[in-house]
Nanobody
C-alpha cells in the first residue's frame, strides 16, 4: 500500500520555524517530483514548494520564497519542508504529494498525504 505520511505540524508564534516531513512507503519515489501544498479555510489548495526527483530543480511560490526550503533524501524516501520566519497567513493544512513531473496543478499529483495542520499565531 502506497502511503505518504506528513509530520511536524503544530502551533508556532509568528517569526518561528517548523520543519515538516513526508515519509513515503509502499514504493520508491526517487523518480517522482514531490510537492508541498497548503490549503487554508475557504481557499484553494496551492503549491508552495516542489522538487524534482533528482533534486536538481525546485519551485517556490512567491509568498514563501526566501523563507521555505524543500529538500529530499531518496535513500530515506523522505521529503522535508523547512519553514522559517512564519507568518499568520502561513496558517493552513499542509499536504505532501507525488507526481510524475514538477507541476503546480494539484490534479497532476497521483499520491497525497493526509495533511498536517500548521497554525501561526500573531
Amino acid at each position: 500500500q502506497v502511503q505518504l505520511v506528513e509530520s511536524g505540524g503544530g502551533l508556532v508564534q509568528a517569526g518561528g520555524s517548523l520543519r515538516l516531513a513526508c515519509a513515503a512507503s509502499g514504493r520508491t519515489f526517487s523518480r517522482d517530483a514531490m510537492g508541498w501544498f497548503r490549503q487554508a479555510p475557504g481557499k484553494e489548495r496551492e503549491l508552495v514548494a516542489g522538487i524534482t526527483g533528482s533534486a536538481q530543480n525546485t519551485y517556490y511560490a512567491d509568498s514563501v520564497k526566501g523563507r521555505y526550503t524543500i529538500s529530499r533524501d531518496n535513500a530515506k524516501n523522505t521529503v522535508w519542508l523547512q519553514m522559517n520566519s512564519l507568518k499568520p497567513e502561513d496558517t493552513a493544512v499542509y499536504y505532501c504529494a507525488a507526481a510524475p513531473y514538477l507541476t503546480n496543478t494539484p490534479g497532476n499529483y497521483n499520491y497525497w498525504g493526509q495533511g498536517t495542520q500548521v497554525t501561526v499565531s500573531s
